[in-house]
């Protein structure tokens, strides 16, 4: 095979990109020099960011246990404090959204149903599991009840039940609707929900068996005073 000649090679098309490529280098180099210092730059500036960002969840973690152990313990002025400190400045972290839930829980305990309400509907969007979303969903309706809004309460009990496909919940849902509609004077709306808990959920049949029977109870005595 002959040897290329140098004119040979001087023709080459990708020799001629690499001698441009090389001209343009020598050329810009401090633009080159400016670019390489920008993206330097940026590698540091995420690796920065991520370091700050794993310590604020590390530190929002410690105080969300800090928070939960209170409240563990009793200490329910400590615990609303952690949890509160979570909502309201540390609220893109995971804890500080997990917080917005158990803050409920603590505001429902001490009697505050209208904030609890308020913190429940607020964990619905921060809740990272289907159980928490369902727990907020209940939490919701059991401040509704609290406030004696009995039949509201109760539909958003059957509306829980029919959403989910979980028997426990469902039939835990059920009847809680039937209490409500029980304590709003439904007594045949209440008579009927337990009837089709004892027929349609066996983990809760005694339950509703023994709830239905006294409402007779309660009726045949309502009866007898009238």
Not at 130 to 142: D, N, W, Y
Not at 212 to 221: F, I, Y
């Amino acid at each position: 095979m002959a040897t290329r000649k140098h004119s040979d090679l001087t023709e080459d098309p990708i020799h001629e990109q690499l001698e441009y490529a090389l001209a343009w280098a020598m050329k810009n180099r401090t633009l080159i020099l400016v670019i390489a210092a920008v993206l330097v730059a940026v590698v540091a500036g995420a690796g920065l960011y991520t370091q700050w960002h794993q310590a604020r969840e590390d530190a929002a973690t410690t105080l969300f246990m800090q928070g939960l152990d209170a409240y563990r313990n009793g200490d329910l002025d400590q615990a609303r404090a952690a949890f509160t400190e979570l909502t309201e400045e540390r609220g893109g972290t995971a804890a500080g959204g997990d917080a917005e839930f158990y803050l409920a829980n603590l505001l429902y305990d001490q009697g505050e149903f209208a904030a609890a309400r308020a913190a429940y509907e607020k964990s619905l969007k921060t809740a990272r599991t289907t159980l928490l979303h369902l727990a907020a969903r209940e939490g919701i309706a059991a401040c509704m009840e609290e406030d004696g809004q009995w039949s509201e309460a109760a539909a958003a009990y059957r509306k829980i039940a029919a959403e989910y496909s979980d028997e426990s919940a469902a039939a835990r849902n059920l009847l809680s609707a039937a209490r409500c509609l029980t304590a709003s004077g439904d007594i045949e709306g209440a008579r009927q929900l337990y009837q089709e808990i004892e027929e349609n959920y066996p983990s809760a049949a005694i339950d509703a068996r023994v709830a239905r029977a006294l409402l007779g109870a309660e009726s045949a005595g309502a009866a007898e005073n009238g």
